[in-house]
């Protein structure tokens, strides 16, 4: 018999609906019951993607002895992060406070006011490894709460205390200057593998905002140490088992130091963040390796996680037939099988397969030499041998698609589509692909017309149904994606739509008695505490893209007030960011706005011309971290906003005209491509 999940629209709650566990989605009808049952809370947050969540689930919560000790003595709750980081965000601050690690799935015990006493992560069902087994812990757990409530009640006011001091304003008079922001880079190199890229050692996360730190800082201060880092780092992961060298895309992250064998599940977040890094670092480098893992990292996107209506899914699970990776990985023989001698042989050589295998006894494929290298090994030429590669792969591509694949978790998440909007814009614009850009629009319309009830945007769209209500995060990452829609588009409908919803979310997340912004809204059900998540770490936090996005809106529209309540929250996370830079890239992308070599480009005449095209496509080729872009038809009126960088500009002779600008400080205006390169080049904006 179904549970009560039986009736929510997410794919993880959904996987648990049978369970015998009689399981409660977080809400009302949940806390009521603890509370008049007087029993804890046990709260089991994860996601549909997390292997480990589905080994506890066939562990535990398929098992009919523990799921009787859990009905007879707990209200269990189950959460789905992605649907609810704020909760999300609370509980796992608990947890880490206890045992001084998280991760998923998070397992918490509450008390019916929803106060933490006790957690951790992955629990095996009995004793085992030095592990206490979950079936043993809920029997401690249930008799602590019946016969030392007081022990609770100590344990309870001392985590609350500590959730409440994560929560307060961390400003301590840190100066935002260049020489803080050149400290925390050299922070970072501290800690960069020097053989393999990245930091620090297995797992290996991506982390592609705390490599957005290392280009701009080679872009501010011309170190190219930092361009190194970061060129190593891509390569790496491009070439190695993280990045799906079949199908595109990139999963979660590598379990050794060397981006080989990887944590198999595929994020839309991690795709987004790192196919706009990629595109960024072809703009400065014109290495077309880059632009090639960009398109095929997107070409994935949209064949497999985008929907007909135009949302984009949230995630790809990592097993299939109960195995990790079993849809990707490959042995000798059956290559030998599909592709015959020769072919096999190439493909062998160029992805490293074995007979012995590199993942038990099958093969990730992944890149262990050059192309040259490869070529010069088989003795073909590199056209030769592309020829046959794209053959090979095309066949290797049929037989996998004819795999059962892993499961699609295909709900659609505001923040998770406005990341996705902003990499897809971009990349239209410097790849000259349509298709990139009609899916951005498609999608942002999809939001829109969808998730949006008068600027209110909920968090969560699954067949048909919409709800939550949208949190930080998903203003932020939404308007960024729309502001940079407008820049690929130059339909001021998007700015116009920027500027509203960073209205209401200032409405809604700011606090102006703490000078902040908390991550729910004011019309928010009350949590044990109002969550601040300052850490940015898979993805970008709520307050740091609401300030990100609040300072190029005030450039855009040369209002202060956005521009100081940016600069007053980014005070708010006072030496954190420079502190612990691994969890701040975004942060620190603000600062650099603020410190670097920010330009506004304005161009004014005709926009659907051919010269206006040639000009754009030289604007945007070039890597501008900070850069503003605005365009106006010479012969139309901008009614519904006013956008400085526009005023006083007129076209010279008739011809499409832009202008770089500082501050709505302007140099000689330009309307020949060469002219505008060589202002591009040397930076003839900064003053």
Known sequence: MANKLINESSPYLLQHADNP?????????????????????????????????????????????????????????????????????????????????????????????????????????????????????????????KNRRPEIINSVDQITNILQANNQSR?????????????????????????????????????????????????????????????????????????????????????????????????????????????????????????????????????????????????????????EG????????????????????????????THEGNFDDRNILYKPRSDKEASDHLGISLTEMQEKLQESKYKLKAVRDNRIPPNTDTKVLTAWNGLMIKSLSKASVLLDRPDYLNAAIKNAHFILDNMNQGNRLLRTYKDGNAKLLGCLEDYGCFINGIMS???????????????????????????????????IGHDHEDLLVRPRDVGDGAMPCGGSMASYVLLRLGVFTGDDKYWNKSVVNIESVGNYMFRAPHGAGNWLASVDFILGDRVEVALIGQLDSEETHRLLKVVNSFYLPNMILVAQNPESIITSMDIPALNHKFTVDGQSTVFLCRGYVCQKPVTDVRDLISQLESRSWVM
């Open 171 to 323: 400003r301590d008079g840190t100066q935002v200057d260049a020489d803080k922001l050149k400290e925390t880079v050299d922070i970072l190199k501290s800690d960069f593998d020097d053989k393999y890229g990245g930091f620090g050692v297995a797992p290996k996360f991506p982390q592609p905002m705390t490599l957005d730190v290392l280009l701009r800082d080679y872009f501010r201060t011309s170190d190219e140490t930092s361009l190194e880092m970061l060129e190593l780092t891509l390569m790496k992961m491009a070439n190695g088992g993280i990045f799906d060298q079949l199908g595109g895309g990139f999963h979660r992250y590598s379990t050794d130091p060397f981006w080989l064998v990887p944590h198999f599940e595929k994020m839309l977040y991690d795709n987004a963040l790192l196919a706009d890094l990629y595109s960024e670092v072809y703009r400065i480098t014109k290495n077309p390796f880059y632009s090639d893992i960009v398109q095929q990292t997107l070409d994935y996107v949209l064949r497999e996680m985008t929907s007909p209506t135009g949302g984009f899914y949230s995630a790809q699970d990592a097993d299939s037939e109960g195995e």
């Open 21 to 145: 566990v009689n399981w409660y989605p977080w809400g009302k009808e949940a806390l009521d019951a603890a509370l008049k049952q007087d029993k804890p809370i046990f709260l089991s947050i994860g996601y549909s993607a997390c292997h480990w969540c589905h080994v506890m689930e066939k562990e535990s919560f398929e098992n009919s002895d523990i799921s009787s000790v859990m009905n007879d003595n707990f209200v269990n709750i189950k959460v789905d992060r992605e649907e609810r980081p704020e909760i999300d965000h609370i509980y796992m601050m608990a947890v880490q406070s206890m045992i001084g690690h998280g991760g998923w799935p998070l397992s918490v015990f509450l008390t019916p006011h929803c106060e933490p006493f006790y957690g951790g992560t992955y629990f095996p069902p009995y004793a085992r490894h030095g592990m206490s087994g979950f079936k043993e812990i809920l029997g401690a757990v249930s008799d602590a709460y």
């Open 485 to 519: 829609l407008y820049e690929a588009t130059l339909d001021i409908y998007w700015l116009n739509m920027s500027q509203q919803l960073s209205d209401k979310m200032i409405d809604l997340f700011w606090d102006d008695a703490e000078n902040m912004f908390y991550d």
């Open 326 to 353: 079993k849809f990707f990985v490959w042995t000798s023989v059956e290559l030998d099988r599909i592709l015959g001698a020769d072919c096999s042989n190439l493909i062998k050589t160029y992805y490293g397969v």
